[in-house]
C-alpha cells in the first residue's frame, strides 16, 4: 500500500487549495491529517472504499470537501475559505482493508506529507 500526497503551497486567507492522494490502487478507506508545528497530528477528513461515506472535523466542516476517483487511484482534498489555523503539513493515510476508521491510531499506512501554508 502507497500513499503520495502532493498540491500543498502557500496561499493568502480566504483562498482554494486542492490536495492529492495518489494511492497505489488499493481499496482502502483513506484520511486526510494535518500536523501544525508543535501539535499533534489531528484527523482532518476520511472517506469509506465502499459507499464513500465521508467524515470532517469539526474544524473544516463546511470548508472542506473529500473525494474519490477510483479510475485514477486518486482521492482530493478540496480545501475553501482557508485560514492561517489551517497551517500544517498534511497527510494521506489508509487504515487496514476493510475499515473506516477516525482516529489516526487505526491507519496503518501513510504517504509523505505536503506543507500548507495560509497566509493571514
Known amino acids: 500500500v502507497q500513499l503520495q500526497a502532493s498540491g500543498g503551497g502557500l496561499v493568502q486567507a480566504g483562498g482554494s487549495l486542492r490536495l492529492s492522494c495518489a494511492t497505489s490502487?488499493?481499496?482502502?478507506?483513506t484520511g486526510w491529517f494535518r500536523q501544525a508545528p508543535g501539535k499533534e497530528r489531528e484527523g482532518v477528513s476520511c472517506?469509506?472504499?465502499?459507499?464513500?461515506?465521508?467524515y470532517y472535523a469539526d474544524s473544516v466542516k463546511g470548508r472542506f470537501t473529500i473525494s474519490r476517483d477510483s479510475a485514477k487511484n486518486m482521492v482530493y482534498l478540496q480545501m475553501n475559505s482557508l485560514r492561517a489555523e489551517d497551517t500544517a503539513v498534511y497527510y494521506c493515510?489508509?487504515?487496514?482493508?476493510?475499515?473506516?476508521?477516525?482516529?489516526?491510531?487505526?491507519?496503518?499506512?501513510w504517504g509523505q506529507g505536503t506543507l500548507v501554508t495560509v497566509s493571514s
Open positions: 490502487g488499493f481499496t482502502h478507506a
Open positions: 493515510a489508509a487504515p487496514p482493508p476493510n475499515t473506516f476508521v477516525v482516529s489516526k491510531d487505526g491507519y496503518t499506512f
Open positions: 472517506i469509506s472504499s465502499g459507499d464513500d461515506s465521508t
